[in-house]
């Protein structure tokens, strides 16, 4: 089976080692995928370089969804095997913007992976 990242790569802009592309099952209005170009399966297996080339892809990508949602916060999130969820199996990042309101207890944003894990004490 081929990988789709790799086939697949209309996007919205990218950089010579990474690309910027909508998430075609987004969580919320916005929801994009940065995308190394090498085809690598693991975020801990990128160069130094293919790092950098993401995190201002982040940035890029922030500016636009900014001007375009205008959305109240961001979640960052990689899912690294199986066991976390990832089911394409070439490295990517979501970028997921958020709406004031889009959940009723947004209080620990990507702890709800695990829900019972969710929620935490109140430190003053």
């Avoid at 790799?6 to 990218?14: A, E, R, V």
């Avoid at 085809?39 to 993401?54: C, P, Q, R």
């Avoid at 109240?72 to 899912?79: E, L, R």
Wanted: contains cysteine; aromatic residues 8%; negative net charge.
């Amino acid at each position: 089976m081929e990988c789709p990242f790799c086939t697949d790569k209309p996007c919205l802009f990218g950089n010579a080692l990474a690309y910027v592309k909508w998430d075609l099952y987004p969580v919320s209005p916005g929801h994009v995928l940065i995308i190394p170009r090498r085809h690598i399966s693991s975020w801990f297996d990128l160069t130094s370089e293919e790092h950098a080339a993401v995190s201002e892809l982040i940035g890029l990508a922030r500016e636009h969804l900014d001007a375009v949602y205008s959305p109240a916060g961001y979640n960052i999130g990689v899912n690294c095997g199986v066991a976390a969820g990832q089911t394409v199996m070439h490295a990517h990042l979501h970028l997921i913007p958020r709406y004031t309101g889009d959940v009723p207890n947004p209080r620990g944003g990507i702890r709800a992976v695990i829900r019972a894990k969710q929620d935490y004490p109140h430190i003053e």
